[in-house]
Structures are given as C-alpha cells and as structure tokens.
C-alpha cells in the first residue's frame, strides 16, 4: 500500500537513448511533481502537473517530457540521454487547496548514463 | 523569490549529544517552511512542518523547529541524537507558483552521528 509509488528504481542506459520512468499515487491528491536531486545531493523542482495539466515547468530541456494520463499517474519521458542527465529522480504529490501543503515523495529513481 | 541557505554542509556528532541544524530562508510571501529527511539511498520524509501559529514546532523522532521571522530561520534542534538520525536534512520553504506550489530546497546538512 506504498503511497507514491516509482518504477523503476535504477535505470541505466546508454548516452543517446530514449527512457520512462512511471509514478502513482494513491493517497487521492490532485498535484503531482518530478524534482531531480543531483550527485550533489541539490533537489531542485522540474514539472508540476495539477489534475492532468502542466503548471510548473521549470526551465527543463525539451528532451524531458513528461505525461500525466490521469491525476493519479505522471510520467518522465527523456529524449537522446546525456551524460549530465544522470541523477536521482524523485516523483511527489499533493493536495491543493488545503491547509496542509505538504508533498508526499516517491523512493526515487536512480538514473545513471553511460 | 524564495531561497534556502543550509549554513553547515556537514554536522558530526557524538551520540547522546544535542545537535542543530541551521537553516535561514528568503521569501517575499507568506512562509511556509519544511524539513524532510533522507536516509541512504531512499526517498524524503517529512520531519516537520511551519504553516502558522507556534513557532515552536515538534516533528517525528524527537526533532524540533523553532520560527523566528526577524532573523528569517527555521532550525533543528534535537536534545540527544542516536546513530539512526545518520542522514541527510534538507530544510525547504513552499513557493507559491501558477497556482500550485513547489518546494525551495537548500542544499542539505549531512549529519553523521558517531558512537
């Protein structure tokens, strides 16, 4: 009954390949994000989608992508992988318009190009 | 904008001792404030949070937060560390933006407690 829930949990590739990584969340919330902690253990927020539509994007090369079918589910599509793109990706969610303001993170995915 | 300054990028300590972790933020709108914790090789997890009201704040495994608006800091603080609070600590402040909400991360504090 994991709340937010990534696949997979390590993903190594090739320079130049395509990739996905895929979040759930079952806790009922309505906003769902992806932020990128990098080797130096910096987070820093990409996309925002709230109920299916983009909100937040944060200045991300074209190469990502990412897709949200429904408010439960936001996937990362990334484009002809670089070197630099290797990081931990971590999904999180929330529930807008309460007065809680947290967000619930995913395990993260560790993403490592070759 | 909102930014997070994590004044100790690293904090050993003995364990039993008491520890703090400094975090000092900017924001030009109502402050909403977080620390989360990550262990070795998982996720984040909330520790605790700011909205409003006391500015005491208590969280999970015996950690604490103190406001203080005119000095613009939200530290942790917790009276006696075991070797299981080893982790790193990111204190975030929520950033209002397109009507959602994102978190400003600082950049961490690695806190490492030893026998």
């Known amino acids: 009954d994991t709340a937010v829930s990534q696949t997979p949990k390590y993903l190594v590739t090739q320079m130049g390949n395509d990739k996905s990584i895929k979040c759930e969340q079952n806790?009922?919330?309505?906003?769902m994000y992806w932020y990128k902690q990098d080797s130096k253990k910096f987070l820093k927020i990409m996309f925002s989608?709230?109920?299916?539509?983009?909100?937040i994007n944060e200045t991300v090369p074209n190469r990502f992508s990412p897709k949200s079918p429904d408010k439960a589910h936001l996937n990362l599509h990334i484009n002809s992988l670089e070197l630099g793109d290797s990081a931990v990706y971590f999904c999180?969610?929330?529930?807008?318009?309460?007065?809680?303001?947290?967000?619930?993170f995913g395990p993260g995915t560790r993403l490592t190009v070759t | 904008a909102q930014s997070v300054t994590q004044l100790d990028s690293q904090v050993p300590v003995f364990e039993e001792a008491p520890v703090e972790l400094r975090c000092n933020y900017s924001?030009?709108?109502?402050?909403?404030l977080f620390w989360y914790v990550q262990y070795p090789n998982q996720g984040l997890q909330l520790l605790l949070k700011?909205?409003?009201?006391?500015?005491l704040v208590k969280g999970i495994n015996g950690f604490e937060a103190e406001f203080n608006k005119s000095q613009t800091s939200f530290h942790l603080r917790k009276p006696s560390v075991h070797i299981s609070d080893t982790a790193e600590y990111f204190c975030?402040?929520?950033?209002?933006?397109?009507?959602?909400?994102?978190?400003?991360f600082g950049k961490g504090t690695k806190l490492t407690v030893n026998p």
């Open positions: 975030a402040v929520s950033a209002p933006q397109g009507g959602s909400e994102k978190l400003v």
């Open positions: 700011y909205l409003s009201g006391s500015t």
């Open positions: 989608y709230n109920n299916k539509e983009l909100i």
């Open positions: 806790l009922g919330h309505d906003t």
């Open positions: 924001s030009s709108v109502s402050v909403y």
């Open positions: 999180a969610s929330s529930l807008r318009g309460t007065s809680d303001y947290e967000q619930y």
